[in-house]
């Protein structure tokens, strides 16, 4: 059997080595919040916020912020049909719903027009989701929530190191949300991080994220409202300063790879499209993504079975929300109850090789090959 190519996994260098040892080793008593301090400021730094904070997992930096923000029972929070669970479940925490509106067909991200459509008296928020590392319509979204008093918040787990007209994914809603799950291109192995520039809604969330306690108490393990345990570990954030004194290098790298792919595979009879890069953005490109016509013949289970065969870790391209049965049904979203049938994500990993790139190539020609044979 041909070598495993897996479709993504973290780049862990000898520094990150080094920065884990030290949190493990010395990163306790008057130590044990240096590194996640350290991290806290590269990246603020990096985003060009104004306030960072560190946590458990982006789902986690949702909740607290959609808590801080007001969320719940009776509420209304509006978000794309195509995304991961991970950005419905805390809405549904919280008590309000999440409604789900279509995507477009480009960048695969919510329909800023049936944002609009969607908008009732109990929306309390809009979630922009970048998907794969594609930008949402921020200026269209961010003008709707002007027009109407609604916050929009960025759920950017996917999506450091893109940028949509001058200004970094994240940094432009109330709040925004990142993850450093081991898939991502900046990895923790387990972590998130909630951004914002609003001073009120950063000190509710710190507050919320310390079980309640606010910086301002005096009075010792005295919460002044009931919150949440979603922080970081110092050696988690260890790991975190390495990446992001690397982060040029690995967002570039999964540029690289993104190129590579569309250069070889974008032109291809059947290929309706890739993550794509409008005028004035750049596409942090998490995960390349390759969509096929509905005319080619290509269907998600021979993309599986084609990978499978080659022994290549190909992701499927997320399910609608509203296909999963604890949520309300909505096949009127035709882009998202249609796009993953013909869609694959393709593997990524920054030390992948060109033979394995090529080989993931020669999957795709040889199934559209079949597919139009």
Same mark, same amino acid.
């Given at each position: 059997?041909?070598?495993?190519?897996?479709?993504?996994?973290?780049?862990?260098?000898?520094?990150?080595?080094?920065?884990?040892?030290?949190?493990?080793?010395?990163?306790?008593?008057?130590?044990?919040?240096?590194?996640?301090?350290? *991290?806290?400021?590269? *990246?603020?730094?990096?985003?060009?916020?104004?306030?960072a904070?560190?946590?458990?997992?982006?789902?986690?930096a949702?909740?607290?912020?959609?808590? +801080?923000l007001?969320?719940?029972?009776?509420?209304?929070?509006?978000?794309?049909?195509?995304?991961?669970?991970?950005?419905?479940?805390?809405?549904?925490?919280?008590?309000?719903?999440?409604?789900?509106?279509?995507?477009?067909?480009?960048?695969?991200?919510?329909?800023?027009?049936?944002?609009?459509?969607?908008?009732?008296?109990?929306?309390?928020?809009?979630?922009a989701?970048?998907?794969?590392? &594609?930008? %949402?319509?921020?200026?269209?979204?961010?003008?709707?929530?002007?027009?109407?008093?609604i916050?929009?918040?960025?759920?950017?787990?996917e999506?450091?190191?893109?940028?949509?007209?001058?200004?970094?994914?994240?940094?432009?809603?109330?709040?925004?949300?990142?993850?450093?799950?081991?898939?991502?291109?900046?990895?923790?192995?387990?972590?998130?991080?909630?951004?914002?520039?609003?001073?009120?809604?950063?000190?509710?969330?710190?507050t919320?994220? =310390?079980?309640?306690?606010?910086?301002?108490?005096?009075?010792?393990?005295?919460?002044?409202?009931?919150?949440?345990?979603?922080?970081?570990?110092?050696?988690?954030?260890?790991?975190? %300063?390495?990446?992001?004194?690397?982060?040029?290098?690995?967002? =570039?790298?999964?540029?690289?790879?993104?190129?590579?792919?569309?250069?070889?595979?974008?032109?291809?009879?059947?290929?309706?499209?890739? =993550?794509?890069?409008?005028?004035?953005?750049?596409?942090?490109a998490?995960?390349?993504?390759? #969509? *096929?016509?509905?005319?080619?013949?290509?269907?998600?289970?021979?993309?599986?079975?084609? *990978?499978? +065969?080659?022994?290549?870790?190909?992701?499927?391209?997320f399910?609608?929300l509203?296909?999963?049965?604890?949520?309300? &049904?909505?096949?009127?979203?035709?882009?998202?109850? =249609?796009?993953?049938?013909?869609?694959?994500?393709?593997?990524?990993?920054?030390? #992948?090789?060109?033979?394995?790139?090529?080989?993931?190539?020669?999957?795709?020609?040889?199934?559209?090959?079949?597919?139009?044979?």
């Open positions: 059997m041909k070598p495993r190519i897996l479709y993504t996994k973290p780049s862990i260098t000898e520094l990150e080595v080094r920065y884990a040892a030290d949190a493990a080793a010395n990163g306790w008593g008057d130590r044990c919040y240096e590194y996640i301090s350290r *991290f806290e400021g590269l *990246f603020r730094q990096y985003l060009g916020v104004q306030y904070i560190a946590t458990s997992s982006c789902t986690g949702l909740h607290m912020g959609m808590a +801080a007001g969320i719940g029972i009776g509420d209304e929070v509006i978000m794309a049909d195509t995304n991961w669970i991970a950005t419905a479940s805390p809405i549904v925490h919280l008590g309000a719903k999440p409604i789900f509106v279509d995507i477009l067909p480009d960048s695969w991200c919510i329909d800023p027009d049936l944002v609009e459509q969607a908008i009732t008296p109990r929306t309390k928020a809009i979630v989701v970048h998907l794969y590392g &594609n930008l %949402c319509d921020m200026d269209r979204l961010l003008a709707i929530g002007t027009k109407y008093g916050p929009v918040i960025e759920d950017a787990a999506a450091v190191g893109s940028v949509y007209h001058g200004r970094r994914a994240g940094s432009m809603g109330v709040f925004g949300a990142f993850s450093f799950h081991g898939t991502k291109t900046l990895t923790t192995g387990e972590g998130g991080m909630f951004v914002t520039n609003n001073p009120e809604l950063y000190d509710h969330v710190l919320l994220s =310390n079980h309640g306690r606010s910086r301002r108490q005096t009075k010792q393990f005295w919460p002044d409202m009931v919150g949440f345990k979603y922080k970081m570990s110092n050696i988690q954030a260890a790991i975190g %300063c390495a990446q992001m004194e690397r982060i040029e290098e690995l967002v =570039n790298r999964k540029r690289e790879i993104l190129a590579y792919y569309r250069e070889r595979l974008e032109k291809l009879i059947g290929v309706a499209g890739m =993550n794509p890069e409008p005028e004035d953005t750049i596409n942090g998490w995960m390349p993504t390759v #969509i *096929f016509s509905e005319k080619s013949g290509v269907t998600l289970e021979k993309l599986q079975d084609a *990978f499978a +065969a080659e022994n290549i870790d190909a992701r499927v391209f399910w609608p509203s296909s999963f049965s604890m949520f309300k &049904n909505e096949e009127n979203n035709i882009i998202a109850w =249609n796009i993953f049938k013909r869609s694959i994500n393709l593997p990524s990993y920054h030390e #992948i090789s060109e033979h394995e790139l090529s080989r993931v190539i020669e999957v795709i020609v040889a199934i559209k090959r079949s597919c139009h044979g």
